[in-house]
């Protein structure tokens, strides 16, 4: 699977110029729709010439700008797909897809885990289990119509090594009185991939607006709420099927579990240990 635009982006950051870094912050705070504005607009933006823009693009592997944003183009379209669009573009190409056959999805499944993990960056891993295991920060989380049971399985397993963890009602009106009481000491780990949910954006902006720490777990091509994200976690989900997989984003969230466990277990054990206790109580 090609990498993606921010991919290249992330990679390549410490390649750049100080004026090419700010051109890349800019083009990964509003992407894809940074890049499709014209060269001169962007550099006006960011307060750099027109000739850093394309160097950096050039830096990229672009023979042109017109090609980078036909890049960005073909990305979009992919963030916008429908099963239904999806499942034509395959019949269109010759692949109808009953013809995958049960390994080839497997072999999909394991490459779109391990380009996730080749590209993540280390940093942010390390950030986001940081935040999930720090036992003064509440922390709550939620995902879309069928990511929200990652969040929910990720919430029970957080609960059992540590307390002030919150799986979000799924109903935008059950969200508003649990929002009015975040602060900076909340945190809340939003997951969120392609047809994304204009609602959590609403949530992760109010929340934001409150000084809650928002965390991103998303797909290559990047939920809107990255740009209101403290941390971004992007996984590849795409498969020959009409259907994303969510297997990636399951991976990193069994990754930050153990993570967070590892790294608080003299607290974790004992948790666990009157978890055990209080079982047989009852």
């Known amino acids: 699977m090609p990498e993606t635009v921010v991919d290249q982006l992330r990679e390549n950051l410490g390649q750049f110029s100080a004026t090419e870094r700010r051109v890349a912050h800019r083009l990964l705070a509003e992407y894809p729709m940074a890049g499709l504005q014209s060269a001169t ?3 006006r933006q960011v307060e750099v010439s027109t000739p850093t823009v394309l160097r950096m693009v050039a830096r990229l592997g672009f023979q042109s700008y017109p090609d980078f944003q036909r890049r960005l183009r073909e990305e979009l379209t992919a963030q916008l797909s429908s099963p239904l ?3 034509s573009q395959a019949i269109r190409g010759g692949r109808k897809q009953s013809r995958t056959t049960a390994t080839e999805f497997a072999d999909a499944v394991v490459q779109n885990i391990q380009e996730t993990f080749s590209h993540l960056a280390a940093h942010e891993i390390d950030q986001v289990v940081k935040l999930l295991g720090d036992r003064k920060q509440r922390v709550h989380l939620l995902g879309g119509r069928f990511t929200d049971a990652l969040a929910r399985y990720l919430s029970v397993q957080l609960r059992i090594i540590r307390g002030g963890v919150n799986h979000l009602q799924d109903q935008e009106a059950n969200w508003q009185d649990q929002v009015l009481n975040m602060d900076h000491r909340d945190v809340l780990l939003i997951f969120d991939i392609r047809r994304y949910q204009p609602s959590l954006l609403r949530l992760a902006k109010a929340a934001s607006a409150r000084q809650a720490k928002v965390l991103l777990i998303t797909d290559q091509w990047l939920s809107p709420i990255s740009r209101l994200a403290l941390h971004v976690l992007p996984a590849r989900i795409s498969v020959p099927s009409v259907w994303d997989s969510n297997a990636a984003l399951m991976a990193i969230a ?10 608080t277990w003299e607290q974790s054990q004992r948790r666990m240990r009157d ?3 209080l079982r047989e109580q009852l």
């Open 41 to 43: 607009v962007l550099a």
């Open 254 to 263: 069994e990754a930050l579990l153990a993570a967070v466990t590892r790294n």
């Open 275 to 277: 978890l055990e206790q």
């Open 85 to 87: 669009s999806k499942a």
